[in-house]
């Protein structure tokens, strides 16, 4: 394991508008963020309340924490957050 400081950038992204199981509300945008240390991965990204996050390829992310209801946190990422 090493540590992230949690800076990225969009690679590519989707606005999923049917949610795969119950429990889950749509729309939502899952992204691939490319970490600027170097590791890949999926995400969502989460807007500030107001609406759907409207990212772009390019844009800088910041690592956030989405708690869950058994106690754990998923790792989600805020636009124009980083750097």
């Known amino acids: 394991w090493v540590e992230s400081d949690g800076a990225g950038t969009v690679d590519t992204f989707t ?18 963020i490319r970490l600027d240390d170097g590791p890949v991965l999926l995400a969502w990204i989460v807007g500030d ?18 708690p869950l209801d058994d106690g754990r946190a998923l790792p989600v990422f805020r636009l124009g957050e980083a750097r």
Not at 49 to 66: F, N, Y
């Open 49 to 66: 309340g107001s609406g759907l996050p409207d990212p772009r390829i390019g844009d800088t992310v910041s690592l956030d924490w989405a």
């Open 15 to 32: 606005v999923v508008h049917r949610a795969p199981r119950p429990g889950l509300e749509a729309p939502y945008v899952v992204a691939r």
